[in-house]
């Protein structure tokens, strides 16, 4: 072969060699142009999660800042027959602009009706403030005239308030009267038997409005009739 045979065969095999590592190296760089990709979609979902997460977060702080506002029916700590109506705030904060309403309304008995009626149309109408661990409390009858009769007394309670992060609610859910049957009719604690006991003590004490005479009976060697020590008299 001609010299300017084996300078063109080493000038092909020169092309093919760069060709060659053209190929490698386009082959390498889309492995790490595609590996790039998915670490750049790894962290941009890494990203979306921790914002999430922080959204999260911060509404779960929000939501605990905000106050709990209820309203139940319970038995009188100190009377257990009369029946209350409660408005109560257990959360952590003011609630303002409070609205609750009974569908259909509570029932009250005959000599309570007007207190029961006022006192639903209070929590209609609205209440001004409420503060965290506060509670107002309304008489609303004797239990067991309110559910005497053997029905369904299933009301629906609905209330919206106000925190510091804005509206709270609407909070909805079903309080039946007929679960008072048949429980114990009684006050908490001791206090309001102890109580009833010391009444009874001070009906038998003398009044305090008579005198108290105490007398003294004498040795049988003495003479003469006792002596009182209280109002001198001999």
Known sequence: MTPETWAAIAAAGGAWAAALVSIVSAIFTGVQVKAVRKQTGHQE?????ANEQTKLQR???????QPYVWV??????????AFNLLLGNSGPTFAHNIRATIDPPLPSDNSSSAKGEAAQRRLREGIKSLGPGHRLVWFIGIGRKIVEEDVPQLHTITIEAEGPYGPVGPLTYDLDLADFRETRDAPEGNLYFVRK???????????????????????????????SLVDGSS
Do not use: T
């Open 59 to 65: 509404q779960i702080a929000r939501d605990a800042a």
């Open 72 to 81: 139940d029916v319970r038995a009188d700590e100190a009377q257990g027959s």
């Open 197 to 227: 006991a010391i009444e009874k003590i001070e009906e038998k004490l003398p009044s305090p409005k008579k005198p108290l005479r105490v007398v003294v009976e004498g040795r049988g060697d003495e003479q003469g009739p006792p002596k």
């Open 45 to 49: 979902r890494a990203a979306d999660a």
